[in-house]
């Protein structure tokens, strides 16, 4: 088999091309372009804000706290709306579900089939509790809201393993004022698994988790003030298993003698990726393996002499897109971005997402493998007074794979999960033979059903690696079989 590979800079571009000629294969990796100009996701009055993103089978999914219905006062609800790769709104943005309490600060995941949507919801001057809704993969709510705790808690953070969701939160059960990290385990039809459980008890103040799985366990991480009095506030990780039993104790990400807060985490496929603020103005990262090792030393992500705030990370499989608020003063923010590789590797130079006027706020980003969709609350229909929701489409990796005599007709074929360990499913096939094929071309499997288990014709497992589906009058796809 002969490969070609060329490499090209172009202005905002960065074009990595391989070509496979034995079986025609062509990936295109483009770093970064921005699809088109910031479009609004929704512009009503009396203030949006908080705005979180999943990618489910074709679209993006996308949600924030609105205050357009604010009754009683401040009693912001959360509503959503689907967002096509190419930027497109989907019908109107729509309410999750009427709650009499205020509800805010949302986050989701996706599992496949549903959503299960996250939010805080109670009425100052109480602290607020932990809510859950499923909403199908039509935006259909199923079944109504409920409690995730039955005690205080705030900033959720949710994610599901393949198996299971987990639902992390900051806890206020034991003192407000030396907060905890929660966990509970939630099936796949809603139901809790058994009851919340400690994940950090320790000493002052544990706040702001972030999780991700590797689609077996999870990793979890937070800002952690146990060592307040030599090094402020460090950041600290805990693996857990899928039924919520924690491996082993928490351990230390980073301890550096600066203050540390606002850690995110994505699973690449390979290790995780923790990214978090250092002196509350600077981006760092740190890679970690499945089994919890450090991999190497944390390394500097962005230390320009703007204040960096708010970062949040989603990967493609080959390389990690970091954005993050950035500027002095709260009406001249702009959201800003910054692509990693697997290594560790800064790819290209940080680059601008939104400059718009009167500021961009708290973005947020997830990836549906070949493009981001990067969101956040922006001031500029408002001067600044009201914020509305606002998103760019960022796309990193076209893929553009022809195996001979394919025909393609039709759209591309819609897989999940992707990257994936055990199977791959392909969404609305049934009774059509499908074709996979390895990196070389060479054929692995055909098969007449919507999954693939991962083995070859042999019925043996296939290794870890890039695979490609082909279906008659579908364009190919490229899946990634993590073990």
Same mark, same amino acid.
């Given at each position: 088999?002969?490969?070609?590979?060329?490499?090209?800079?172009?202005?905002?571009?960065?074009?990595?091309?391989?070509?496979?000629?034995?079986?025609?294969?062509?990936?295109?990796?483009?770093?970064?372009?921005?699809?088109?100009?910031?479009?609004?996701?929704?512009?009503?009055?009396?203030?949006?804000?908080?705005?979180?993103?999943?990618?489910?089978?074709?679209?993006?999914?996308?949600?924030?706290?609105?205050?357009?219905?604010?009754?009683?006062?401040?009693?912001? +609800? @959360? !509503?959503? %709306?689907? /967002?096509?790769?190419? $930027?497109?709104?989907? *019908? &109107? #943005? =729509?309410?999750?579900?009427?709650?009499?309490?205020?509800?805010?600060?949302?986050?989701?995941?996706?599992?496949?089939?549903?959503?299960?949507?996250?939010?805080?919801?109670?009425?100052?001057?109480?602290?607020?509790?932990?809510?859950?809704?499923?909403?199908?993969?039509?935006?259909?709510?199923?079944?109504?809201?409920?409690?995730?705790?039955?005690?205080?808690?705030?900033?959720?953070?949710?994610?599901?393993?393949?198996?299971?969701?987990?639902?992390?939160?900051?806890?206020?059960?034991?003192?407000?004022?030396?907060? +905890? @990290? !929660?966990? %509970?385990? /939630?099936?796949?039809? $809603?139901?809790?698994? *058994? &009851? #919340? =459980?400690?994940?950090?008890?320790?000493?002052?103040?544990?706040?702001?988790?972030?999780?991700?799985?590797?689609?077996?366990?999870?990793?979890?991480?937070?800002?952690?003030?146990?060592?307040?009095?030599?090094?402020?506030?460090?950041?600290?990780?805990?693996?857990i298993f899928q039924n919520g039993t924690l491996i082993d104790t928490n351990f230390a990400v980073?301890?550096?003698?600066?203050?540390?807060?606002?850690?995110?985490?994505?699973?690449?496929?390979?290790?995780?990726?923790?990214?978090?603020?250092?002196?509350?103005?600077?981006?760092?990262?740190?890679?970690?393996?499945?089994?919890?090792?450090?991999?190497?030393?944390?390394?500097?992500?962005?230390?320009?002499?703007?204040?960096?705030?708010?970062?949040?990370?989603?990967?493609?499989?080959?390389?990690?897109?970091?954005?993050?608020?950035?500027?002095?003063?709260?009406?001249?923010?702009?959201?800003?971005?910054?692509?990693?590789?697997?290594?560790?590797?800064?790819?290209?130079?940080?680059?601008?997402?939104?400059?718009?006027?009167?500021?961009?706020?708290?973005?947020?980003?997830?990836?549906?493998?070949?493009?981001?969709?990067?969101?956040?609350?922006?001031?500029?229909?408002?001067?600044?007074?009201?914020?509305?929701?606002?998103?760019?489409?960022?796309?990193?990796?076209?893929?553009?794979?022809?195996?001979?005599?394919?025909?393609?007709?039709?759209?591309?074929?819609?897989?999940?999960p992707n990257p994936f360990i055990s199977y791959v499913k392909i969404i609305g096939m049934s009774?059509?033979?499908?074709?996979?094929?390895?990196?070389?071309?060479?054929?692995?499997?055909?098969?007449?059903?919507?999954?693939?288990?991962?083995?070859?014709?042999?019925?043996?497992?296939?290794?870890?690696?890039?695979?490609?589906?082909?279906?008659?009058?579908?364009?190919?796809?490229?899946?990634?079989?993590?073990?």
């Amino acid at each position: 088999m002969k490969v070609s590979t060329e490499i090209r800079n172009t202005s905002n571009k960065f074009l990595y091309v391989k070509i496979l000629k034995y079986c025609c294969i062509l990936l295109l990796f483009v770093i970064p372009s921005l699809l088109r100009a910031d479009f609004p996701i929704c512009i009503q009055d009396s203030g949006q804000g908080s705005p979180a993103v999943a990618w489910g089978d074709t679209n993006y999914f996308v949600i924030w706290e609105d205050g357009r219905y604010p009754v009683p006062f401040n009693s912001p +609800d @959360i !509503y959503r %709306q689907f /967002v096509t790769s190419a $930027g497109t709104l989907i *019908d &109107t #943005n =729509f309410l999750v579900g009427p709650d009499a309490g205020a509800q805010s600060n949302p986050t989701l995941a996706y599992d496949g089939t549903n959503y299960l949507i996250v939010w805080e919801e109670g009425n100052f001057p109480s602290l607020p509790y932990i809510y859950a809704q499923l909403v199908s993969s039509e935006g259909v709510p199923i079944d109504n809201s409920f409690p995730v705790c039955d005690t205080e808690a705030m900033e959720p953070t949710v994610c599901w393993n393949g198996t299971n969701y987990l639902i992390v939160w900051r806890d206020a059960r034991n003192n407000f004022l030396e907060s +905890d @990290i !929660y966990g %509970q385990i /939630v099936l796949p039809n $809603g139901a809790l698994l *058994d &009851t #919340n =459980f400690a994940i950090s008890i320790a000493p002052e103040e544990q706040r702001g988790p972030s999780i991700a799985s590797d689609g077996t366990n999870y990793l979890v991480v937070w800002s952690d003030g146990r060592n307040w009095d030599t090094n402020y506030n460090d950041i600290y990780a805990q693996l857990i298993f899928q039924n919520g039993t924690l491996i082993d104790t928490n351990f230390a990400v980073s301890s550096s003698p600066n203050i540390q807060s606002d850690p995110v985490i994505a699973w690449n496929g390979v290790n995780y990726l923790v990214v978090w603020l250092e002196y509350g103005v600077d981006i760092y990262g740190q890679f970690i393996s499945s089994e919890g090792n450090l991999i190497d030393s944390n390394f500097i992500i962005s230390a320009r002499p703007n204040d960096q705030r708010y970062p949040s990370i989603a990967c493609d499989s080959v390389n990690h897109l970091v954005i993050w608020q950035e500027g002095h003063t709260w009406d001249s923010l702009d959201i800003y971005g910054q692509f990693v590789s697997q290594n560790g590797s800064l790819v290209d130079t940080i680059f601008a997402i939104s400059t718009a006027p009167y500021g961009q706020h708290m973005p947020a980003v997830d990836c549906s493998g070949e493009d981001y969709l990067v969101v956040w609350q922006d001031g500029r229909d408002e001067d600044g007074v009201d914020y509305d929701i606002y998103g760019n489409i960022i796309q990193t990796l076209g893929v553009e794979e022809t195996i001979q005599d394919t025909r393609n007709k039709s759209g591309r074929l819609k897989v999940f999960p992707n990257p994936f360990i055990s199977y791959v499913k392909i969404i609305g096939m049934s009774h059509q033979e499908v074709e996979i094929y390895d990196i070389s071309g060479q054929i692995v499997q055909r098969i007449k059903d919507s999954v693939w288990n991962g083995r070859n014709k042999n019925n043996k497992e296939t290794p870890p690696g890039i695979y490609f589906l082909k279906a008659k009058e579908y364009k190919t796809v490229k899946v990634i079989k993590l073990r």
